[in-house]
Protein backbone atom coordinates (compact mmCIF):
# COMPACT_ATOMS: atom_id res chain seq x y z
CA UNK A 1 0.00 0.00 0.00
CA UNK A 2 1.35 3.70 -0.66
CA UNK A 3 0.91 6.59 0.51
CA UNK A 4 0.55 10.11 -0.99
CA UNK A 5 1.07 12.62 1.04
CA UNK A 6 -0.17 16.29 -0.50
CA UNK A 7 1.91 19.15 0.91
CA UNK A 8 -0.19 22.82 1.35
CA UNK A 9 1.76 25.63 1.65
CA UNK A 10 0.18 28.32 3.84
CA UNK A 11 1.07 32.21 3.01
CA UNK A 12 5.22 32.58 3.29
CA UNK A 13 6.44 33.83 6.94
CA UNK A 14 8.76 36.48 5.92
CA UNK A 15 5.95 38.01 3.91
CA UNK A 16 3.47 38.15 6.73
CA UNK A 17 5.20 39.42 8.83
CA UNK A 18 6.64 42.10 6.52
CA UNK A 19 3.20 42.91 5.88
CA UNK A 20 2.17 43.05 9.64
CA UNK A 21 2.76 47.00 9.87
CA UNK A 22 0.25 47.90 6.83
CA UNK A 23 -2.17 45.41 8.54
CA UNK A 24 -2.04 47.12 11.78
CA UNK A 25 -2.32 50.54 10.45
CA UNK A 26 -5.21 49.56 8.65
CA UNK A 27 -7.22 48.11 11.66
CA UNK A 28 -5.96 51.60 13.02
CA UNK A 29 -7.55 53.31 10.41
CA UNK A 30 -10.78 51.45 10.42
CA UNK A 31 -11.29 52.09 13.99
CA UNK A 32 -10.51 55.94 13.60
CA UNK A 33 -13.17 56.01 10.89
CA UNK A 34 -15.66 54.67 12.67
CA UNK A 35 -15.45 57.24 15.79
CA UNK A 36 -14.90 60.10 13.67
CA UNK A 37 -18.18 59.22 11.36
CA UNK A 38 -20.46 59.11 14.75
CA UNK A 39 -18.65 62.19 15.93
CA UNK A 40 -19.98 63.92 13.01
CA UNK A 41 -23.03 62.17 13.39
CA UNK A 42 -23.28 63.05 17.18
CA UNK A 43 -22.33 67.29 15.97
CA UNK A 44 -24.98 67.29 13.50
CA UNK A 45 -27.62 65.40 16.10
CA UNK A 46 -27.37 68.52 18.28
CA UNK A 47 -28.30 70.99 15.62
CA UNK A 48 -31.07 69.29 15.28
CA UNK A 49 -33.37 69.22 11.91
CA UNK A 50 -33.32 73.53 11.76
CA UNK A 51 -33.66 75.20 8.30
CA UNK A 52 -32.08 78.23 7.03
CA UNK A 53 -28.57 79.22 7.99
CA UNK A 54 -28.31 76.33 10.22
CA UNK A 55 -29.76 73.61 7.66
CA UNK A 56 -26.79 75.34 5.51
CA UNK A 57 -24.53 74.59 8.16
CA UNK A 58 -25.83 71.43 9.22
CA UNK A 59 -25.18 69.67 5.72
CA UNK A 60 -21.30 71.36 6.00
CA UNK A 61 -19.97 69.14 8.40
CA UNK A 62 -18.12 65.96 7.24
CA UNK A 63 -15.22 63.99 8.28
CA UNK A 64 -12.20 63.78 6.93
CA UNK A 65 -9.03 61.36 6.23
CA UNK A 66 -4.95 62.05 6.10
CA UNK A 67 -4.05 61.07 3.18
CA UNK A 68 -1.93 58.50 4.13
CA UNK A 69 -4.33 57.57 7.05
CA UNK A 70 -3.82 57.45 10.93
CA UNK A 71 -5.07 61.29 11.16
CA UNK A 72 -9.30 62.54 11.17
CA UNK A 73 -10.77 65.85 11.28
CA UNK A 74 -14.25 66.33 11.09
CA UNK A 75 -14.95 70.44 10.03
CA UNK A 76 -17.69 72.26 8.49
CA UNK A 77 -16.45 73.17 5.19
CA UNK A 78 -17.42 76.00 3.41
CA UNK A 79 -16.88 73.86 -0.04
CA UNK A 80 -20.61 72.48 0.56
CA UNK A 81 -22.70 75.70 -0.15
CA UNK A 82 -25.64 75.94 -1.63
CA UNK A 83 -26.45 78.61 -4.48
CA UNK A 84 -26.55 82.11 -3.21
CA UNK A 85 -30.31 82.63 -3.21
CA UNK A 86 -30.68 80.14 -1.01
CA UNK A 87 -29.07 81.88 2.06
CA UNK A 88 -32.07 83.16 4.25
CA UNK A 89 -32.01 86.82 3.24
CA UNK A 90 -33.49 87.62 6.68
CA UNK A 91 -30.46 86.96 8.71
CA UNK A 92 -27.35 86.94 6.04
CA UNK A 93 -24.63 89.42 4.92
CA UNK A 94 -22.44 88.86 2.00
CA UNK A 95 -18.92 90.22 2.09
CA UNK A 96 -17.52 90.62 -1.40
CA UNK A 97 -13.51 90.42 -2.53
CA UNK A 98 -12.18 93.15 -4.15
CA UNK A 99 -12.19 91.04 -7.43
CA UNK A 100 -9.05 89.45 -9.51
CA UNK A 101 -7.54 90.12 -12.83
CA UNK A 102 -10.27 89.60 -15.05
CA UNK A 103 -12.00 92.73 -12.86
CA UNK A 104 -10.60 95.08 -15.22
CA UNK A 105 -13.32 97.73 -14.59
CA UNK A 106 -12.97 97.63 -10.92
CA UNK A 107 -16.92 96.09 -10.25
CA UNK A 108 -15.93 93.95 -7.80
CA UNK A 109 -14.09 96.51 -5.51
CA UNK A 110 -17.32 99.05 -6.06
CA UNK A 111 -19.04 96.53 -4.26
CA UNK A 112 -16.28 95.93 -1.34
CA UNK A 113 -16.18 99.19 -0.45
CA UNK A 114 -19.77 98.69 0.28
CA UNK A 115 -19.42 95.77 2.02
CA UNK A 116 -21.40 94.19 4.13
CA UNK A 117 -24.69 93.69 1.84
CA UNK A 118 -27.46 92.04 2.90
CA UNK A 119 -28.26 89.38 -0.08
CA UNK A 120 -31.90 90.59 -1.35
CA UNK A 121 -30.51 94.04 -2.14
CA UNK A 122 -27.69 93.37 -4.31
CA UNK A 123 -27.84 94.84 -7.83
CA UNK A 124 -27.68 91.88 -10.21
CA UNK A 125 -25.01 91.98 -13.23
CA UNK A 126 -25.54 90.22 -17.08
CA UNK A 127 -22.48 88.38 -15.85
CA UNK A 128 -20.90 86.86 -12.39
CA UNK A 129 -19.32 89.23 -10.23
CA UNK A 130 -15.37 88.12 -10.67
CA UNK A 131 -14.84 87.61 -7.22
CA UNK A 132 -14.78 85.15 -4.24
CA UNK A 133 -17.24 86.61 -1.22
CA UNK A 134 -18.14 85.29 2.35
CA UNK A 135 -21.32 85.14 3.64
CA UNK A 136 -21.97 85.06 7.32
CA UNK A 137 -25.09 84.70 9.65
CA UNK A 138 -26.14 87.41 11.70
CA UNK A 139 -29.20 88.35 13.61
CA UNK A 140 -31.69 89.93 11.77
CA UNK A 141 -31.99 93.72 13.19
CA UNK A 142 -27.91 93.89 12.06
CA UNK A 143 -29.06 92.93 8.94
CA UNK A 144 -31.76 95.36 8.31
CA UNK A 145 -29.35 98.20 9.58
CA UNK A 146 -27.03 97.42 6.67
CA UNK A 147 -30.00 97.15 4.37
CA UNK A 148 -31.19 100.76 5.20
CA UNK A 149 -27.76 101.82 4.98
CA UNK A 150 -27.34 99.89 1.55
CA UNK A 151 -30.73 101.09 0.24
CA UNK A 152 -29.62 104.82 0.95
CA UNK A 153 -26.94 104.86 -1.51
CA UNK A 154 -27.94 102.10 -3.54
CA UNK A 155 -28.88 104.17 -6.73
CA UNK A 156 -25.26 105.57 -6.39
CA UNK A 157 -24.01 102.62 -6.63
CA UNK A 158 -25.47 101.12 -9.85
CA UNK A 159 -24.35 104.33 -11.74
CA UNK A 160 -20.95 103.65 -10.52
CA UNK A 161 -21.18 99.61 -11.38
CA UNK A 162 -22.83 101.04 -15.02
CA UNK A 163 -19.35 103.14 -15.41
CA UNK A 164 -17.45 100.70 -15.09
CA UNK A 165 -18.88 98.13 -17.49
CA UNK A 166 -21.00 96.20 -15.51
CA UNK A 167 -24.51 95.69 -17.06
CA UNK A 168 -26.83 96.07 -14.21
CA UNK A 169 -30.26 93.85 -14.36
CA UNK A 170 -33.03 95.24 -12.61
CA UNK A 171 -35.64 93.10 -13.04
CA UNK A 172 -36.86 92.18 -9.57
CA UNK A 173 -36.99 87.96 -11.13
CA UNK A 174 -32.82 88.92 -11.71
CA UNK A 175 -30.39 86.46 -9.79
CA UNK A 176 -27.20 87.34 -8.39
CA UNK A 177 -24.48 85.50 -9.88
CA UNK A 178 -20.63 85.61 -8.15
CA UNK A 179 -17.63 83.37 -9.22
CA UNK A 180 -17.09 81.79 -5.40
CA UNK A 181 -19.79 82.64 -2.71
CA UNK A 182 -18.63 80.41 0.56
CA UNK A 183 -20.67 80.19 3.95
CA UNK A 184 -18.24 81.18 6.62
CA UNK A 185 -18.80 78.11 8.87
CA UNK A 186 -16.32 78.51 10.94
CA UNK A 187 -17.69 81.63 12.44
CA UNK A 188 -20.92 80.35 12.52
CA UNK A 189 -19.56 77.18 14.68
CA UNK A 190 -18.19 79.89 17.27
CA UNK A 191 -21.10 82.23 17.17
CA UNK A 192 -23.74 78.97 18.40
CA UNK A 193 -20.88 77.03 20.43
CA UNK A 194 -20.26 80.47 22.43
CA UNK A 195 -24.18 82.04 22.09
CA UNK A 196 -25.22 84.41 19.07
CA UNK A 197 -27.11 87.97 19.69
CA UNK A 198 -30.71 86.94 18.30
CA UNK A 199 -29.85 83.39 18.15
CA UNK A 200 -30.43 80.29 20.98
CA UNK A 201 -26.92 78.90 22.23
CA UNK A 202 -25.84 75.44 20.58
CA UNK A 203 -23.35 73.94 22.17
CA UNK A 204 -22.35 71.06 19.62
CA UNK A 205 -18.74 70.45 19.43
CA UNK A 206 -17.94 70.90 22.84
CA UNK A 207 -20.88 67.92 23.93
CA UNK A 208 -20.13 65.53 20.81
CA UNK A 209 -16.49 65.75 21.68
CA UNK A 210 -17.23 64.49 25.42
CA UNK A 211 -19.37 61.99 23.68
CA UNK A 212 -16.33 60.70 21.93
CA UNK A 213 -14.12 60.78 24.47
CA UNK A 214 -16.90 58.65 26.55
CA UNK A 215 -18.39 56.18 24.14
CA UNK A 216 -15.57 55.94 21.62
CA UNK A 217 -14.73 52.58 22.53
CA UNK A 218 -18.04 51.01 22.56
CA UNK A 219 -18.78 52.88 18.49
CA UNK A 220 -15.09 51.12 17.49
CA UNK A 221 -16.98 47.69 19.41
CA UNK A 222 -20.34 47.60 17.05
CA UNK A 223 -20.99 44.45 15.05
CA UNK A 224 -20.42 46.57 11.64
CA UNK A 225 -16.84 47.88 12.46
CA UNK A 226 -15.75 44.82 14.07
CA UNK A 227 -16.17 42.83 10.70
CA UNK A 228 -14.15 45.90 9.28
CA UNK A 229 -11.60 45.59 11.69
CA UNK A 230 -11.07 41.78 11.12
CA UNK A 231 -10.74 42.42 7.31
CA UNK A 232 -8.07 44.69 7.54
CA UNK A 233 -6.27 42.29 10.07
CA UNK A 234 -6.62 39.61 7.10
CA UNK A 235 -5.20 41.76 5.07
CA UNK A 236 -8.00 44.08 3.32
CA UNK A 237 -7.88 47.48 1.93
CA UNK A 238 -10.08 49.97 3.56
CA UNK A 239 -12.33 51.74 1.20
CA UNK A 240 -11.98 55.06 -0.12
CA UNK A 241 -13.50 58.21 2.05
CA UNK A 242 -12.67 61.71 1.45
CA UNK A 243 -9.55 62.87 2.11
CA UNK A 244 -7.41 65.69 3.17
CA UNK A 245 -4.06 67.27 1.43
CA UNK A 246 -1.53 68.17 4.43
CA UNK A 247 -2.08 71.97 4.03
CA UNK A 248 -5.88 71.31 4.42
CA UNK A 249 -4.91 69.64 7.46
CA UNK A 250 -2.90 72.67 8.64
CA UNK A 251 -5.38 75.00 8.11
CA UNK A 252 -8.12 73.02 10.09
CA UNK A 253 -5.40 72.86 13.09
CA UNK A 254 -5.40 76.87 12.66
CA UNK A 255 -9.17 76.90 12.75
CA UNK A 256 -9.26 74.77 15.63
CA UNK A 257 -6.90 76.57 17.93
CA UNK A 258 -8.24 79.88 16.59
CA UNK A 259 -11.94 78.99 16.91
CA UNK A 260 -12.68 79.28 21.13
CA UNK A 261 -10.06 81.89 21.53
Known amino acids: MRIRIHKTHGPDLRELLADIPRRVKNTATEVGRAVSAQTAIEVQR ?4 RGGWIRVYYNSIIYLEGVNGGEWAIAGLNETRPDLFEYPAENSLLFFGSG ?12 ANENPWPIDIIPALKAPYPTTAIVQMHDPGTVETYREARLRNL ?17 PEALVYIDRVYADIAYMAKRLELGFHGYPRIPHWGPAL ?18 LVENAVKGKEPGKVATMTPARSAELARIREASWS
Open 46 to 49: RLGG
Open 100 to 111: NESDTGGISSIM
Open 155 to 171: AGVIEMLQAAGGQVDLA
Open 210 to 227: SKAAASGEQWASTPAVLR
